[in-house]
Structure formats: structure tokens, C-alpha cells
């Protein structure tokens, strides 16, 4: 069974620091994992997918990353800014929990200005 | 159309009455999901449909939730004597198909609140 971790749960730091968000996962059979961004009272919003056959994508000031045989992918964020606050999904579609996206529980994220 | 659209954005009930949620999907996603988050919660999966083959019905909290998707149009969610646990944000995605190497776009989610 699919379970994904996220840690830190929330997280502060002063803008124009980069930082680093966790995700973890105890199935590496994965078809893709998927970075969102959720704002406070709003949908999610799809950041990055990372394919299973894929190391890493970058888009912007974002990069994630994917390492399969140790579970585990990492959100950088890069020059961070007030805006990017908000909370941070990771989730994977896997053989291993069939038709459901299993989703981390997320990090709070704030930049202080 | 451009994106997964949720109607209505958000719905105010009072308790005993039901409700349904309608889901829009991306032309041509064979896939659907329905989630709930509930306040400061994570997201609890629902139900999911794949093109014409039986729905997973495995997360819907009770029998009082039901949806209906016919082929790959549009999805209702409905919640029959809603209580007060079920206010929660109600989103919905859509994926071009379950088990490749795409991702899923998400609805702006339908906002419950029962009183």
C-alpha cells in the first residue's frame, strides 16, 4: 500500500532564501508524482509532474526531483518570494494503490517579506 | 473545455437536505476523481471513474454519497441527508488516463457548508 510523506509540515523563511520541500513514498512503482500548489480556500494548482522514467523538472524558480529507489523527490525553490506562499502537495499514482492518487498531507509554506 | 469545471463553487445546505456536485472534465480525459478536503485537512479520495469500467467506489465515506459519470462526460456527486461532517471543499480531476505517465488537473472545487 502507497503512502507518501511530507516533512516539513510548515515551514517560515525570509524572502529571497531557496528552500527545500520533502516528499517521501514507500512504493517505488510509480507511474509519475506530481507537485501542487494549494492556496488558502482554492483548488490545486499542478506545479511540476515528474514521469517515472524522468530524474527531474524544472520550471521557473521550481525544480523537482525524483530518486525511485530510495522513495524519495525534493521541491527546490529557488530566490523565494511572498507570493509562493502557500501550501505544497506531492502525490503519486502507483500500481500498488490501483486507481487512487495517493497525496502527502503537505507543507505550509510562508516568506516573510 | 480548457480546464475541470466545478459547479456550483460553493453551496450552503441545511442539514437533512441533499445535495449534488457536478464535475466538468477535460475533453477527452477517460479518467475522473473525486476528493474531499475537509478544513485544514488533507485530501480523502472518493471515488474514481476510468472510461466505461466500474467505478471505484471504495473511498465514499457512506452509503448517503453517490456519483454517476456516463462515459466520459460529466461526473454528479450527490450527498443525500447531509450532515454537518460533510461540509468540506469537494474537488475533482481528471486525467487523460489512469496508469500511464500523465498527471491529473484539478477542478477549483466545490465548497460545502452544511448547517
Known amino acids: 500500500k502507497q503512502e507518501v510523506t511530507q516533512i516539513p509540515a510548515a515551514l517560515s523563511v525570509p524572502e529571497g532564501e531557496n528552500l527545500v520541500l520533502n516528499c517521501s513514498f514507500t512504493?517505488?512503482?510509480?507511474?509519475?508524482l506530481q507537485w501542487f500548489r494549494q492556496d488558502p480556500g482554492k483548488g490545486l494548482t499542478s506545479l511540476l509532474l515528474?514521469?517515472?522514467?524522468?530524474r527531474e523538472q524544472t520550471s521557473g524558480r521550481l525544480n523537482a526531483s525524483l530518486d525511485k529507489s530510495s522513495g524519495r523527490s525534493t521541491l527546490y525553490i529557488a530566490a523565494s518570494q511572498p507570493g509562493d506562499s502557500a501550501t505544497y502537495l506531492c502525490a503519486v499514482s502507483s500500481y500498488s494503490s490501483a486507481s487512487k492518487i495517493i497525496f502527502g498531507s503537505g507543507t505550509r509554506l510562508s516568506i516573510r517579506p | 473545455g480548457a480546464g475541470v469545471s466545478q459547479s456550483p463553487s460553493n453551496k450552503v445546505t441545511e442539514k437533512g437536505k441533499d445535495v449534488e456536485l457536478r464535475c466538468d472534465p477535460i475533453s477527452g480525459h477517460t479518467a475522473l476523481y473525486w476528493y474531499r478536503q475537509r478544513l485544514g485537512q488533507g485530501l480523502e479520495f472518493l471515488i474514481y471513474?476510468?472510461?466505461?469500467?466500474?467505478?471505484?467506489k471504495s473511498g465514499l465515506p457512506s452509503d448517503r454519497f453517490s456519483a454517476e459519470r456516463t462515459g466520459e462526460s460529466v461526473s454528479t456527486l450527490t450527498i443525500q441527508r447531509t450532515q454537518q461532517e460533510d461540509s468540506a471543499v469537494y474537488l475533482c480531476?481528471?486525467?487523460?488516463?489512469?496508469?500511464?505517465?500523465?498527471?491529473?488537473?484539478f477542478g477549483s472545487g466545490t465548497r460545502l457548508t452544511v448547517v
Open positions: 480531476a481528471s486525467s487523460l488516463s489512469y496508469g500511464t505517465a500523465l498527471g491529473c488537473t
Open positions: 515528474i514521469q517515472s522514467s524522468q
Open positions: 512504493d517505488s512503482a510509480i507511474y509519475n
Open positions: 471513474f476510468q472510461g466505461n469500467s466500474a467505478p471505484d
